[in-house]
């Protein structure tokens, strides 16, 4: 009796360290693993950036210039600017002003099929001080002088058009899906594709 608990205790042990990820077997895929692979995909590691030699007088790199993030006197970042791009772990754009990044939150479902998995996750947008400055009717967007408010109001550029609301500003959206395919590889599992919706 005593031997059946304790391997029934060794099991138990064993999937619960599986499952929250205590495991070296490269050939487990579990929810810890498979979020630091999406995490460190190139394409996961995405920003929302204005790229100032396109819009020279975007309303939004005139917010950018009044934080301290752009020169005032040419379009280059400052040395401020060039620390929100290491701020958030990348590396520096010297042709752009960093707005937001895009931030893991849950791996919502794993489902395995052979050597193949589709990994479900949820994900969303995290703005900067820029960013969260251009989010009109948040308290950043509040503090700007009211002629800098009066602009940002105003239709985007087509340069950020994708990101804007219909009556301009910054929507970020918000919590979002994405699903990764993963292939077992004989080293282990690999990230093939990540889509992010």
């Not at 600017?81 to 520096?92: A, C, H, I, Y």
């Not at 301009?168 to 093939?192: E, H, M, P, T």
Request: with cysteine; glycine share 6%.
């Amino acid at each position: 009796m005593k031997k059946a608990t304790i391997a029934l205790i060794a099991l138990f042990v064993f999937n619960a360290c599986q499952t929250i990820g205590i495991t070296d077997d490269p050939k487990v895929l579990n929810r810890a693993k498979a979020a630091t692979m999406i995490k460190t995909s190139p394409a996961f590691q995405k920003t929302v950036d204005i790229k100032f030699e396109i819009q020279p007088n975007n309303p939004q790199l005139l917010v950018a210039r009044y934080l301290g993030y752009l020169d005032p006197d040419k379009p280059v970042l400052t040395e401020k600017g060039k620390q929100l791009w290491r701020d958030m772990n990348f590396e520096v754009a010297d042709y752009a002003v960093p707005l937001a990044h895009a931030e893991l939150i849950d791996i919502t479902g794993i489902s395995t099929s052979g050597n193949a998995s589709d990994v479900h996750f949820t994900w969303q947008w995290i703005p900067n001080d820029v960013g969260r400055a251009l989010v009109i009717d948040s308290p950043e967007f509040k503090a700007l002088p009211e002629d800098l408010q009066s602009k940002i109001r105003q239709p985007p550029p087509a340069a950020t058009a994708a990101f804007a609301s219909a009556n301009s500003g910054i929507n970020y959206g918000g919590v979002r899906k994405g699903i990764a395919n993963f292939q077992l590889y004989d080293d282990g599992w690999r990230a093939r594709n990540v889509y992010t919706f």
